[in-house]
């Protein structure tokens, strides 16, 4: 059993020793390098990654909001030079919780741990099926929004609106810059700063907007090249 897993850090330094200590585990292979939550989302689109050896601090999303905004994460274990989010780290199921600087002796500790899991579940989900459905946290509960059921997303300041085909709008505290970097970039486009569509429910488009039935969205001066995504999908 080989365990595919993932280094998101943005210390050059901590990403050389993990990597090293990943080569010297035989049931460990490195499927990728990350340095900051929007890379690992975009990466996790497109490959199967079993484990996230994770930082806490990163640029621009912590390590720890990230694990919020995936409905499916992978299994995590928190590198990070901080003590004091152990505890929260654990209440996110972390299979174990390593402060800088990491020892070969405790990261083996870590990774035998390992043993206690099934990958087998993990490994059934294909990435069509995990792109089909988002979780977003509304009204104190994980909401399950379909894919296909997206019309359009709108930005409000430290919130999102979205808009489906089968209910009234959700509204999400959530950055406009981290949906768009879970949704699959095939299917949705950001056309201006505020709104995202989704290109199939997309009805008709001029050089100015974009209309989705009897709404119409305006496309953004630096979101022009939006429209070749449009063109190719209609």
């Not at 460990?28 to 484990?51: P, T, Y």
């Not at 019309?151 to 981290?178: A, H, T, W």
Request: glycine content about 2%; aromatic content about 10%; overall charge positive.
């Amino acid at each position: 059993m080989t365990w595919k897993c993932l280094i998101a850090d943005d210390e050059p330094p901590a990403i050389k020793i993990i990597e090293k200590y990943i080569s010297n585990v035989e049931i460990l292979e490195l499927s990728g390098i990350c340095q900051n939550a929007f890379e690992v989302i975009n990466l996790l689109k497109s490959e199967q990654v079993d484990l996230i050896f994770l930082d806490i601090h990163m640029p621009k999303l912590s390590g720890i909001s990230l694990i919020n905004t995936l409905s499916k994460p992978p299994k995590i274990i928190f590198t990070t030079a901080y003590k004091e989010y152990a505890a929260k780290a654990f209440d996110l199921d972390a299979i174990d919780y390593l402060v800088k600087p990491i020892s070969f002796e405790r990261f083996l500790k870590a990774v035998n741990k390992l043993s206690r899991y099934d990958l087998s579940p993990a490994r059934n989900d294909s990435v069509e099926r995990q792109d089909g459905f988002l979780y977003f946290r509304a009204n104190r509960k994980m909401i399950k929004v379909f894919l296909a059921d997206i019309l359009y997303i709108e930005s409000l300041k430290d919130y999102i609106k979205i808009y489906c085909s089968n209910g009234p709008p959700l509204f999400v505290r959530q950055s406009m810059s981290v949906v768009e970097a879970m949704l699959p970039s095939l299917s949705f486009a950001r056309i201006h700063r505020s709104f995202i569509v989704s290109i199939d429910q997309v009805t008709a488009f001029t050089s100015r907007d974009v209309e989705i039935g009897d709404i119409e969205i305006p496309i953004g001066r630096l979101y022009s090249s939006s429209l070749k995504k449009l063109k190719r999908n209609k």
